[in-house]
């Protein structure tokens, strides 16, 4: 090698390692002052284990080869609330020591106890922080669906939905989707956060492509009403629509309809989006209908958290409220009450041909594997047909209420605890006493509003609540929890 060429690689290696040496102490100095800001986050591994051979199931009410659907709680239904943590994962919890997850100990394909310890190093917690709400994420006929279609197709072509990514599976799963929301057609995302922002960007293109100039003029843009504490997806899509130039955003109170009133009578322009993954609860439900009807506008309403869960077919809060006719665009994700993975946009074919043209997050997102597909599916056909589910979480709400005192109206409940050292303290009481519940801290809340999310499911017992609510107890002034209620302070996460 020439000495000129040797000179110029040993002077390259050593500003490589200049800029490396910089970014290793300027990420270092971000860490610091994360922690200082107490903005640290840590992963806390949960050891997933198999059943026990032992545990035996009851035969099903309804068998074919694919399908198996019972009418009641089964041993296995457990397996989605009952977590193992090895000690010192539980110890560096309780400590509040930062983690990335080294606890866990993979070896040869599985979690090696003998490295973490023996069964006796593992600590059993009852999960009260999930959002597998109806247990399905434990559901046989779903394990079996994702299995075989593995067994039969791999993950299935690989690529995003608009080369290769997309197949029969896909298409069987959007067409039950979009029959349980009543509509017209629907359109799978990889997940529920992808599933908003491209709802939120092809909202936006709309006044991009029908501008006379290159931008719109203001008049020409779409004016956007959303909750001030609607989801972070929903905001980050807007946030993309408005620096696209396509929007204009208005921020109303939360669940404040009398404010959103407000703000469209005095809103001239012509193209107007209402956005909330909340229902009016506190209004008649025949109010809010009568009031999207004379608004003529489009509703675009993100469901989460209520899809399987409410409605007595599971259709969500539109079916539950008979409301589905007024909701133009209806989000939902998979990987909650589905127990599951990815989203869903359930809206008229003409919309649905407008996200998959212009929704960057799903024309740039690979498809979801088909296995995914296929287990979601079956997780559609067993949430309608098992509606014992259903019936359940709710006996779980009731219980809740009765236990604390506390009128809670959703499986979602957002206890404030105030300072962040408190939510802290009392989610490592709670972990000391057998419960996994996680503390919810700024950014995610405003400082001083730190809180405890507790998540109800349908294969808690009313044992477990029990011994929930004497546990949280004491740590938690139950009385002061129902003025915020009332007041209107506590919202769901």
Known sequence: MPNELKLLCTHSVKQMEGRSCCWDAWVEEALAKLHSLKLLRSLRPIHVSAPDPSITTAAPTQQTDDLEVFDEMQPRDRLSVEVDVAVPTIRSWLLDIPSCGEEAIWEDGAVSREKAGCSQHFKKLILFSGNDYLGLSSHPTVGKAAAKAAQEHGMGPRGSALVCGYTNYHRRLEFSLAELKKKEDCLLCPTGFAANMAVMVAIGNISRLLSAGSQPLNEEKVAIFSDALNHASIIDGIHLAEKQHGVEVFVYRHCDMSHLDEMLSTCSMKKRVVVTDRRFFRYPVDANACFLQLCGLIWEFPQAHGTFVCGENGGGVAEAFNCEGDVDICVGTLS??????????????????????????????????????????????????????????????????????????????????????????????????????????????????????????????????????????????????????????????
Not at 378 to 407: C, H, M, N, S, Y
Not at 411 to 427: F, N, Y
Not at 462 to 478: R, W
């Open 336 to 493: 909650k009450a589905a127990g599951c993975h990815g989203g869903f946009v359930a809206c008229s074919k003409r919309w649905k041909q407008l996200i998959l043209s212009r929704g960057r997050s799903f024309i740039y997102s690979t498809a979801a594997p088909v296995p995914f597909v296929a287990a979601a599916h079956a997780a559609v056909i067993v949430a309608r047909k098992e509606t014992w589910r259903r019936r359940e979480i709710w006996k779980r709400v009731k219980d809740f209420q009765i236990l604390t005192g506390i009128p809670i109206a959703s499986p979602i409940i957002s206890l404030v605890a105030g300072t962040e050292e408190k939510a802290l303290e009392a989610s490592r009481h709670l972990l000391g006493s057998g419960f996994h519940v996680t503390a919810i801290r700024p950014p995610t809340v405003p400082p001083n509003s730190c809180r405890l999310r507790i998540t109800l499911s349908a294969v808690h017992t009313t044992d477990d609540l029990k011994k929930l609510t004497e546990a949280l107890s004491c740590c938690i002034d139950f009385r002061e929890v129902f003025v915020h209620f009332t007041n209107g302070h506590a919202a769901r996460l």
